[in-house]
């Protein structure tokens, strides 16, 4: 069966059964994952977390950014969505569970610096106390020079939670960029690339 097909299903599939883990119709588009996964080192032997993979559109990306030697871990909370990222991405190191315990998960597997975090979380869908665990655990972990980049949508950027998430940001790092819009991709996104966080623990 066309491979396309067999994510769409999947991903669609699990956004049906959990709406309030997946927040999102559709899986990113190569365009946006090659923007994401730009914040990549290339050389060397990086290591590197994905957040929140689904069925993995941006692991690609991220894939044929990471060297040999360099590692490519990926934290996602849905079983189902587990299941088929270790059928369908075999060089991808797949920890289930929750983002929100990113550096316990991390140390269980040997890792306590990593060189970029790339997130596909649902940000819309956690609480206020919830984005900024995870934000901290993101700082926790991030070596000194490694960055770190999001999703944000562009028909919500206006809205209440959209700017609060990006003031967050704002407050937990230093320096926070955000891309150009990315027209293809459903909806049109933007990247939010993030760097030297400020708080810590
Ligand atoms: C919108 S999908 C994004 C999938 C993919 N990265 C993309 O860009 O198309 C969000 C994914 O985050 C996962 N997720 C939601 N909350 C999570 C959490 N607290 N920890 C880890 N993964 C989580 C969901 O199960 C889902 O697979």
Aim: hydrophobic content about 40%; some cysteine; overall charge neutral.
């Amino acid at each position: 069966m066309n491979s396309l097909f067999t994510e769409y299903r999947t991903f669609v599939t699990r956004a049906v059964r959990e709406p309030s883990t997946v927040g999102a119709v559709l899986p990113s588009s190569p365009v946006l994952a090659r923007e994401m996964a730009a914040v990549v080192p290339s050389t060397e032997r990086p290591v590197v977390v994905e957040l929140g993979p689904g069925t993995g559109a941006l692991s690609g990306a991220i894939a044929q950014r990471v060297p040999e030697g360099g590692r490519h871990v990926a934290v996602e909370i849905d079983p189902g969505m587990c299941e088929h990222l270790r059928a369908t991405h075999p060089g991808l190191e797949v920890l289930e569970g929750d983002a929100e315990r990113l550096g316990e998960l991390l140390a269980g597997v040997g890792i306590h610096s990593v060189d970029a975090v790339v997130s596909g979380l649902p940000w819309s869908l956690f609480d206020a106390e919830s984005q900024r665990r995870v934000l901290r655990e993101v700082g926790g972990v991030l070596a000194p020079g490694g960055g770190f980049t999001t999703i944000a949508y562009a028909h919500a950027l206006g809205l209440r939670g959209a700017r609060l998430f990006r003031h967050r940001l704002g407050e937990l790092f230093d320096e926070v960029i955000t891309s150009r819009t990315v027209w293809r991709n459903v909806p049109p996104a933007r990247v939010y690339v993030c760097r030297r966080p400020v708080l810590r623990g």
